[in-house]
C-alpha cells in the first residue's frame, strides 16, 4: 500500500491535533498499522499500533492516556489523535504498514521498522512550551 500522511503542524503545549494517514489499495484492511517518530538527535520509536481488525492497540508509555490511535478500514485511514501536547512530543512522525502475518499485537516485532512494508512520507509535529 501507499501511505499519506497529514495533520501535523505546530501547537502549544497542551493543545491538540490529529494525525492522518491515508492508504491507497484494496487490501488496507489486512494490514496492521504502526505510527513511528523520530525527534532530533533520537532514534525513531513506535509510538501506537493498531492491528489490522482495530481489535487491539498498543501505546508507548510516554503517550498513554493522551494519544489515540484509530482505524476507519472503509476509508482505508488511520488516526492518531494526541492530546495533552508536550514539547517533547515535538518530531517527524510517521505511519508504516505491516502486513498482517509478520507481527500480531504482543509482539515484541511490532517495534521492529524493517518488518513494516510501506511507510508514509511524514509529517512534522511542533509543541512550543
Known amino acids: 500500500v501507499q501511505l499519506q500522511a497529514s495533520g501535523g503542524g505546530l501547537v502549544q503545549a497542551g493543545g491538540s491535533l490529529r494525525l492522518s494517514c491515508e492508504a491507497s489499495g484494496r487490501t488496507f484492511g489486512s494490514y496492521n498499522m504502526g505510527w513511528f517518530r523520530q525527534a532530533p538527535g533520537k532514534e525513531r520509536e513506535l509510538v501506537a499500533f493498531i492491528g489490522w481488525s482495530g481489535g487491539g492497540t498498543y501505546y508507548v508509555d510516554s503517550v498513554k492516556g493522551r494519544f489515540t490511535i484509530s482505524r476507519d478500514n472503509a476509508k482505508n485511514t488511520v488516526y492518531l489523535e494526541m492530546n495533552s501536547l508536550k514539547p517533547e512530543d515535538t518530531a517527524v512522525y510517521y505511519c508504516?504498514?505491516?502486513?498482517?502475518?509478520?507481527?500480531?499485537?504482543?509482539?515484541?516485532?511490532?517495534?521492529?521498522?524493517?518488518?513494516?512494508?510501506?511507510w508514509g512520507q511524514g509529517t512534522l509535529v511542533t509543541v512550543s512550551s
Open positions: 508504516a504498514a505491516a502486513r498482517m502475518t509478520r507481527m500480531r499485537l504482543y509482539d515484541s516485532k511490532i517495534h521492529n521498522e524493517a518488518l513494516y512494508d510501506d
